[in-house]
């Protein structure tokens, strides 16, 4: 089982519903909500207050099925769901270790509302424990990585002030979090100086259970 609290703080301006018009959707989004309906049973989905996954993947099915993709980016963007993706990793000891990655996608406008963005963060998490006794033995560092595509070349996006966590929730359950703020270093010409662009702060907690 598996629980996922997700909040991205940006600024007012940097609030993705002004994408209300979005007509095409980027290759990143393509591939995330590809990933998502092909697999939908490691999807989850908040709308802010609850878990929505199934009303989400019910409603929007037929549109991913017809190639619509335009129409789900637009949903997530208006209603502002937190959608991740759990990719369950391998391991050597698969008896006594789990270990999933959590990827969310993120998109916003940096805090001049003037160039929208898309990324994805992803947060690798594993604990082992003893099916003997039903413990805990290690709890791992979670491993953040934050990937940016589609930016394109005068973009130079970065991420500070990062932070993870651990702590042990239950005997058999691990809360992991992370965060981070993102910016980039605008070029426009080479002969100008950059423009430096803040994009706000992120930041996850997921819940895994063995």
């Known amino acids: 089982m598996i629980v996922v609290l997700s909040l991205c703080v940006f600024f007012d301006i940097f609030s993705v519903k002004a994408l209300s018009n979005i007509d095409h959707v980027s290759k990143l989004f393509e591939e995330f909500i590809t990933k998502c309906f092909n697999d939908e049973e490691n999807v989850l989905v908040y ?41 369950e990793e391998p391991s050597t000891r698969a008896s006594t ?22 990324w994805l963060t992803s947060l690798y998490c594993r604990f082992s424990y003893n099916p003997s006794t039903g413990n805990i033995t290690y709890i791992y560092d979670p491993q953040l990585s934050v990937e940016f595509v589609g930016w394109g070349g005068a973009f130079s996006p970065s991420i500070y002030d990062v932070s993870t966590s651990k702590r042990q929730a239950s005997r058999l359950s691990v809360e992991y979090s992370c965060s981070y703020k993102v910016r980039a270093e605008l070029t426009l010409h080479d002969y100008l100086p950059s423009l430096n662009l803040d994009y706000g702060s992120c930041g996850h907690t997921y819940t895994l259970k063995a």
Request: aromatic content about 16%; proline content about 0%.
């Open 47 to 87: 709308n802010g207050e609850r878990e929505i996954s199934d009303d989400f993947l019910n409603l929007y099915r037929n549109s991913y099925n017809n190639g619509d993709l335009a129409t789900i980016n637009k949903a997530i963007v208006d209603n502002n769901y937190e959608i991740t993706y759990i990719k």
């Open 97 to 118: 270790v789990v270990a999933k990655t959590f990827q969310s996608y993120e998109s916003g406008y940096d805090s001049g509302n003037r160039y929208f963005k898309e």
